[in-house]
T-cell receptor, first 112, second 112 residues
Framework: KAGVTQTPRYLIKTRGQQVTLSCSPISGHRSVSWYQQTPGQGLQFLFEYFSETQRNKGNFPGRFSGRQFSNSRSEMNVSTLELGDSALYLC???????????FGPGTRLLVL | QKEVEQDPGPLSVPEGAIVSLNCTYSNSAFQYFMWYRQYSRKGPELLMYTYSSGNKEDGRFTAQVDKSSKYISLFIRDSQPSDSATYLCAMSEGSGYSTLTFGKGTMLLVSP
């Protein structure tokens, strides 16, 4: 069974630009969560989608947004990039009602 | 006080040693507890999953949860150099909304 896939794996952007990251969950998983991982803050929850609806949102500014498609694939967008947005962005999927989440390899974003 | 506290390490041990990794938490509503292993530049990989208090064993790994003390542990027996990674504890309230709260991770180094 294929795992969670994320594209692209690496990105370099400059301040003020915007970026879109993509995530394909494990087949049959309809819940997709996004996390930001930095050395200083660790893994922080961004948002969670289920059936194309955002069910939960972490404490991040409105520049961070996401969506989910009918095939459960998800995208997250960061607008007006700041240097502090440099991080590993991780996507995780789970079956509805299950607490365990399975992570993708992440997208490493560097903002210059 | 952070919701989940985890010693960042690094924890250095010789091959074959028994390793103990721990997390404390403050939210008494947490019911589901997980341990993830993360190799450098990779996404977290689910190792162990337990519900409520008690022990769970899987091969060389044993997870313990003491809800009365708000303390969870992961033991690794006969540690191997391939166990060198960062270990993240994660927990959730079990609301069905799949939101995990992570510790910052403990870096483990197992020397041959």
């Amino acid at each position: 069974k294929a795992g969670v896939t994320q594209t692209p794996r690496y990105l370099i952007k400059t301040r003020g630009q915007q970026v879109t990251l993509s995530c394909s969950p494990i087949s049959g998983h309809r819940s997709v969560s996004w996390y930001q991982q930095t050395p200083g803050q660790g893994l922080q929850f961004l948002f969670e989608y289920f059936s194309e609806t955002q069910r939960n949102k972490g404490n991040f500014p409105g520049r961070f947004s996401g969506r989910q498609f009918s095939n459960s694939r998800s995208e997250m967008n960061v607008s007006t990039l700041e240097l502090g947005d440099s991080a590993l962005y991780l996507c995780a999927s789970s079956r509805d009602g299950e607490e365990t989440q399975y992570f993708g390899p992440g997208t490493r974003l560097l903002v210059l | 006080q952070k919701e989940v506290e985890q010693d960042p390490g690094p924890l250095s041990v010789p091959e074959g040693a028994i390793v103990s990794l721990n997390c404390t938490y403050s939210n008494s509503a947490f019911q589901y507890f997980m341990w993830y292993r993360q190799y450098s530049r990779k996404g977290p990989e689910l190792l162990m999953y337990t519900y409520s208090s008690g022990n769970k064993e899987d091969g060389r790994f044993t997870a313990q949860v003491d809800k009365s003390s708000k303390y969870i542990s992961l033991f690794i027996r006969d540690s191997q150099p391939s166990d060198s990674a960062t270990y993240l504890c994660a927990m959730s309230e079990g609301s069905g909304y799949s939101t995990l709260t992570f510790g910052k991770g403990t870096m483990l180094l197992v020397s041959p």
